[in-house]
C-alpha cells in the first residue's frame, strides 16, 4: 500500500479477472461463435451456417419437449420445496412449547437439521443412483413396500406417466434439507420478542408463518428461488442417470438434449451449442425476472 492502489490491484485482482475471462467467459463467446456453425465437434471443419441451427430448433419438437418438462419443474421444484423448507425450519424454531424462557424449537432440533441436511453430503450422482435402486421394480424399497402390504407397483421410471414425476420428487428430497437449516439460520436472527407478541394476540401458527415469518424472510426467499429456479432448468445429472431423458422422452430437459445432440451418434456441436444458448438466455431471464418481481422494500426490526 506504500506504492499506491494500482500496484496492489495489478497484483491481487488482475491475474484471478484473467483466468476468468481465460476458463468461463471465453467458453461462453465461443460457444456463440460454434451456434452459428455446422461444425460436428471432431472434425477440423465449420462452415459457417448463420442462424440456421436456431431455426432448426424453432421447430424442433423433441426441444419443445424438453423446454415443457422444464417449465413444470421450474413450477413445482422452487414452491414445493420452499414450502417444505419453511414448514420444517418453522417447526424446529418455533414448534416447541411457549414456556417461561418465551417461544422455543423442538427438543433435539439440532439431530433433525443434521438429518435434514444429510442428502448435501452426498454427491448429485450417489443420489441418483440411490434413488434409482430405491425406484426399482422388483428389488426396490417403494415396490418392495407395495408387494407388502398386496398393493401392485408401477414400474416406477420405465412407465412415461410416473417416471417424470419420480425424478421431480428426488429432485425436491434434494434440496429441501439445505433449505431447512438456510430458513432456520434466518429465523434464528428474528428476535423472539416479534414471535412471542403475535402469539399472545392469539394468531396461529400458519398465521404467524405467513404474516410474520415470509416477510421477514422474504430476501432469503428470493434468493432461494433463483437458486432453486435455476436448478429446475437444469436438472441434467439426476436425469441423465436416473432415466436419461425415458420413457419416450417423458423426462427429458434442455440439459440432457443439449448433451445428446452434441455427444450422441451424430455429434452435432453446432446446433448442441445452439441449444445451450437458448438455455443460457432463458437462465438469465428467469433469474432476472425473479429478481425484479420478487423485489420488496425490506423490513428492518431490531
Known amino acids: 500500500m506504500r506504492h499506491g492502489k494500482w500496484p496492489l490491484i495489478v497484483v491481487f485482482l488482475v491475474p484471478p479477472v484473467l483466468l476468468y475471462v481465460f476458463f468461463v467467459v471465453s467458453p461462453y463467446l465461443q460457444a456463440f461463435q460454434i451456434s452459428t456453425t455446422d461444425w460436428l465437434g471432431y472434425s477440423a471443419e465449420a462452415n459457417p451456417v448463420g442462424l440456421a441451427n436456431f431455426r432448426t430448433l424453432w421447430h424442433d419438437g423433441y426441444v419443445w ?55 448435501q453430503v452426498l454427491s448429485v450422482v450417489i443420489i441418483a443412483l440411490l434413488w434409482k435402486e430405491v425406484y426399482h421394480p422388483n428389488q426396490g424399497l417403494l415396490s418392495g413396500v407395495m408387494h407388502a402390504v398386496g398393493l401392485p407397483a408401477p414400474t416406477w421410471l420405465g412407465d412415461p406417466a410416473t417416471a417424470f414425476w419420480c425424478v421431480l420428487a428426488v429432485m425436491v428430497w434434494s434440496n429441501v434439507g439445505f433449505y431447512v437449516v438456510l430458513f432456520g439460520a434466518a429465523m ?115
Open 65 to 119: 419437449n424438453a423446454l415443457k418438462n422444464n417449465a413444470i419443474l421450474l413450477g413445482l421444484v422452487p414452491v414445493l420445496t420452499i414450502l417444505l423448507g419453511l414448514f420444517f425450519a418453522s417447526m424446529l424454531a418455533l414448534g416447541g412449547r411457549k414456556g417461561r424462557a418465551g417461544v422455543t424449537g423442538v427438543r433435539g432440533g439440532a439431530l433433525y437439521r443434521t438429518v435434514y441436511f444429510f442428502p
Open 188 to 302: 434464528s436472527a428474528v428476535p423472539r420478542e416479534i414471535y412471542e407478541a403475535v402469539l399472545l394476540d392469539g394468531a396461529s401458527r400458519f398465521t404467524t408463518l405467513r404474516r410474520v415469518t415470509l416477510p421477514l424472510l422474504w430476501d432469503t426467499i428470493q434468493v432461494a428461488w433463483v437458486y432453486l429456479a435455476i436448478f429446475a432448468l437444469d436438472g441434467f445429472i439426476l436425469v441423465q442417470l436416473m432415466t436419461n431423458g425415458g420413457p419416450n422422452f417423458s423426462t427429458d430437459v434442455i440439459g440432457v438434449r443439449m448433451y445428446d445432440t452434441a455427444f450422441g451418434s451424430e455429434t452435432k456441436f453446432g446446433y448442441a451449442s445452439a441449444i445451450g444458448v437458448v438455455m443460457f438466455f432463458l437462465t438469465l431471464t428467469v433469474a432476472v425476472l425473479s429478481l425484479r418481481v420478487g423485489r420488496r422494500d425490506r423490513i428492518e426490526y431490531s
